[in-house]
């Protein structure tokens, strides 16, 4: 039996890696999972949320350039490695965008950036503040590869910051629907009768809410913040597993090897999760990618709407609702590349429902 298993599971791989967008899409979803981690790490701006504001430059377009006078400030909070790299940095140093600046008797006069044209103010400070003494150490070109947004930060770092909302969301609310709804599909499907005409009704009810407007019911309800929107998601995407589990159970649960079970003296606990649930995953993991790609297009919704993460957290939806009236302005790059985003991470999680649908289908 064992190598039968192995034989199937080594088939399945065979047929996803003879796939090129399902192996694509594996990529590039390992990639934006590493970037998810790493984002602090990677991020031009390495401070929490990626939020140091210049407003002098906002809404400049990609690979926009700016000489940039570095102030260390006082009272500096320490900070473990795990903390830097999970949640970024405490805002060491204050960032001054300057058009010019010279160095005349102890003194460095720079003048601020000002846009359009126009005259920055000129400020002095002495050259003692500097505790290298080197003042050119503390004053380099600083490149926007993604351009800045509407409050003068980083975009760049910002879509690296924001893509771990929109990865983590996926394996939340995924985890939580899983759990929930393999639960309640297995007592219905195997058991019948109130059980599951119960559930089953449990299942319509929630199934007739629109999934919108019942993630914002439960947000409203658990409150506005980041682990609410995973949770709140989660709650609501149970329904289809749960369906699935159910239909795939009723199927199966008569089957010679399930009898046999039931002969041997085994509980019903042991049969569902040792015998039954094992010979049913496919369309569970099928549904699970699908499921992914819902997850993160719901919580751009929710963050479009205010009432998903809220500022200054990151999130790729949050950045379209920020810049979208921008696209008629001029720039609507500041919409396009959160969007873009999204589609590709959503796109990249259809793909590879799709390629392993078709590598678990035994009849192909």
């Known amino acids: 039996m064992g190598k039968t298993s192995n034989s199937l599971t080594s088939l399945a791989l065979q047929k996803f890696k003879k796939n090129f967008w399902g192996v694509l899409s594996f990529w590039f979803i390992v990639l934006v999972g590493l970037i998810s981690v790493f984002a602090y790490v990677i991020a031009p701006d390495s401070s929490q949320n990626a939020n140091q504001m210049h ?20 009272n500096i909070s320490k900070q473990s490695f795990l903390d830097k790299l999970f949640f970024g940095e405490i805002n060491q140093i204050e960032e001054i965008p300057i058009s010019n600046f010279n160095i005349e008797n102890n003194v460095l006069n720079y003048t601020k950036y000002a846009s359009d044209g126009l005259v920055g103010q000129i400020k002095t400070l002495p050259l003692n503040i500097f505790p290298k003494g080197n003042v050119e150490d503390y004053i380099k070109e600083k490149t926007f590869v993604f351009g800045t947004d509407k ?29 929930i709804g393999i639960l309640l599909g297995s007592l219905a499907g195997y058991f019948g009768g109130k059980v599951d005409a119960i559930i089953m009704w449990l299942i319509n009810v929630t199934w007739s809410i629109p999934t919108l407007l019942l993630v914002i019911a439960i947000t409203l309800v658990l409150g506005k913040g980041f682990w609410q929107v995973f949770i709140a998601v989660g709650l609501t995407m149970w329904v289809e597993v749960a369906r699935v589990v159910r239909g795939q159970i009723i199927g199966v649960k008569e089957m010679q090897y399930v009898t046999a ?7 019903d606990f042991r049969i569902i999760t040792k015998h039954i649930l094992p010979n049913i995953m496919a369309p569970v993991i099928v549904i699970s990618a699908a499921n992914f790609a819902a997850a993160i297009l719901i919580e751009s919704g929710l963050s479009f709407l205010g009432i998903g993460a809220q500022p200054p957290m990151a999130s790729w939806g949050a950045m379209i609702k920020d810049h979208y009236n ?20 959503v796109m990249a999680f259809m793909l590879i429902g799709n390629t392993l649908r078709d590598a678990l289908d035994v009849k192909s």
């Open 151 to 179: 409050y003068g930060r980083d975009y760049f770092s910002r879509i690296l910051v924001g893509a771990r909302i929109s990865f983590f969301i996926g394996f939340v609310a995924v985890f939580i629907s899983l759990v």
């Open 261 to 267: 079970a039931r002969a041997l003296g085994y509980n």
């Open 326 to 345: 921008y696209i008629i302005l001029g720039k609507p790059y500041l919409a396009l590349i959160p969007g873009l985003c999204i589609m590709s991470l």
């Open 55 to 74: 407003l002098s430059i906002h809404s400049k377009k990609p690979g926009f350039k700016v000489t940039m006078l570095s102030l260390t400030l006082e």
